[in-house]
């Protein structure tokens, strides 16, 4: 029997951003033989999710921090490859603004967690 888990949004989103982001690899890969681009989206968008999940066993609420702002690092880093991907037409316009969509409301999730968990520390 599974135990029941507590719903943690960004981990759910960024889980399945990254698989979204492997799916794409797959067809940058296969379909349009992009390989150098392609692996710096998978490396950064996949490390999103990596973050966020490491962010769950921090050390303290500075690590907790931390690592969520490695977790924003990645999600810019992936943003900016997305825009080259489109530039470089590897993908469409459609499929561009759907992972950026994805990806703008992980940085709003990633920013308010930061901002709300350093007022925290602030306050106490």
Known sequence: ???????????????????????????????????????QILRSGTSIGANVAESRNAQSAADFINKLNIALKEADETMFWLKSLKAGNYITEKQFYSM????????????????????NITIQ
């Open 1 to 39: 029997m599974t135990m029941p888990r507590k719903e943690n949004i960004i981990q759910d989103k960024s889980e399945k951003y990254s698989a979204r982001i492997i799916r794409m690899y797959q067809y940058l890969i296969k379909i349009k033989y992009e390989t150098v681009m392609s692996k």
């Open 100 to 119: 950026m969509t994805d990806n703008e409301e992980i940085i709003k999730i990633l920013t308010s967690i930061i901002k709300t968990k350093k007022n």
